[in-house]
């Protein structure tokens, strides 16, 4: 045998092992389990391993057409498609970012090995001329109006459950024993397209996470924030010891004089319900309030308030022509009375009506 043969027949065998391990891995529910990650390195070893040995065999060329390809080949066109897939289940937040662009790597390899065998079709072709540009909205550059963008994304979900029902009844059709080539070289394209069509939708995803990894604070960011932190909390709890701060409830004036009603009795028990509040929350309380004061008390509590001081004079309209009722016991006041009277007597006597009017007589 050949030491070709002996890689062919290497390559066989490696791409068995990645195809078992792949579907190992949908197996599991936990994915920050310690065996889950383990299972996921083990198939990315595999998996990387298998494009070495395609990489050294030279199976597929940019010179070569679709016909040329055999259709035993047709499935280890797969390779970089499935080892961005795997690559994008490492979670690890240490090595996120280089995690994402060596997947970006990996699909736009597998994508370029499609576009030179013209695999692409026309959505696709465009998505990867603009997906060498990382941006979060580079995509959307495709169909600049919104309804277009919604439209082609609805098309391409249809088309997307079709090729998968077509997948599921080829799939069907290969496990019999009398299987032809056709059949099998079917089954392996429509693979590819929608490995195609799903590589697209992982760069738009990891597009924007490596957006979302950028803005996020780097981890000396984080530290020195957090050192800030404990330089402001240590600062105020000094200011807390140098102002004899306490956290007691003091019966001080904040206390007695709320709304003119005293909150704390002599002995410090409550004498109605209050909420105690810092002076912070006082500030923040006071951002969205209104820029006029509000009233304190009611209309009835001013007047009181009003009465007690003087400030209202009783008195005017019907009960200014009231007479009060004269006392018959109070002899004295009788007495002053009747002098009243009198005087109003004589001083009609001698001054009678209209004596005084002399400007218009004759």
């Known amino acids: 045998m050949s030491e070709a043969d002996t890689s062919s027949s290497s390559l066989k065998s490696l791409w068995e092992k990645a195809e078992r391990q792949r579907k190992n891995l949908e197996t599991f529910t936990d994915y920050n389990s310690v065996a889950y990650k383990a299972a996921v390195a083990e198939a990315v070893t595999t998996i990387t391993t298998c494009k070495d040995v395609i990489d050294n065999l030279s199976l597929f060329s940019s010179n070569e057409l ?58 696709e072709k465009k998505a990867f001329d603009v997906s060498d540009k990382i941006s979060p909205t580079v995509f959307s550059e495709i169909h600049t109006d919104a309804a277009a963008r919604r439209n082609a994304k609805i098309e391409r979900y ?17 496990q019999s024993s009398n299987v032809d080539d056709e059949t099998i070289r079917s089954l392996y394209l429509s693979q590819i397209e929608l490995a195609t069509m799903q590589s697209l939708q992982q760069l738009e995803g990891l597009y924007l996470e490596i957006d979302m990894i950028g803005r996020a604070p780097t981890e000396e960011q984080l530290l020195e ?3 800030r932190q404990q330089e402001e909390d240590e600062r105020s709890r000094r200011r807390k010891a140098d102002d004899n701060y306490s956290d007691r409830v003091d019966p001080s004036e904040i206390f007695t004089k709320a709304n003119g009603r005293p909150l704390l009795s002599s002995d410090g028990k409550p004498l109605r319900p209050f909420t105690l509040l810092s002076n912070r929350e006082i500030v923040k309380g006071g951002v969205f309030g209104p820029g006029h004061r509000l009233p304190t008390m009611t209309i009835d509590e001013y007047l009181e308030e009003e009465r007690k001081r003087g400030g209202i004079i009783e008195g005017g309209g019907e009960a200014s022509g009231r007479q009060p009722e004269p006392d018959e016991d109070n002899l004295e006041l009788a007495d002053q009375e009747t002098y009243k009277a009198r005087q109003w007597d004589e001083f009609k006597e001698a001054n009678p009506k209209g004596s005084g009017n002399t400007l218009n007589k004759g």
């Not at 249809?158 to 290969?174: D, P, R, W």
């Open 66 to 123: 679709l016909e040329d390809a055999t259709t035993n080949e047709l499935k280890y066109m797969l390779v970089d498609a499935y080892r961005g897939d795997l690559l994008l289940k490492q979670h690890d937040r240490s090595t996120r970012l280089s995690t994402l662009n060596a997947a970006r790597t990996a699909y736009r390899s597998f994508l370029s090995l499609c576009d030179s065998y013209g695999l692409l079709g026309s959505y």
């Open 158 to 174: 249809k088309y997307e459950k079709e090729l998968k029902a077509k997948l599921e009844h080829l799939s069907n059709q290969a």
């Open 225 to 227: 924030q957090r050192r």
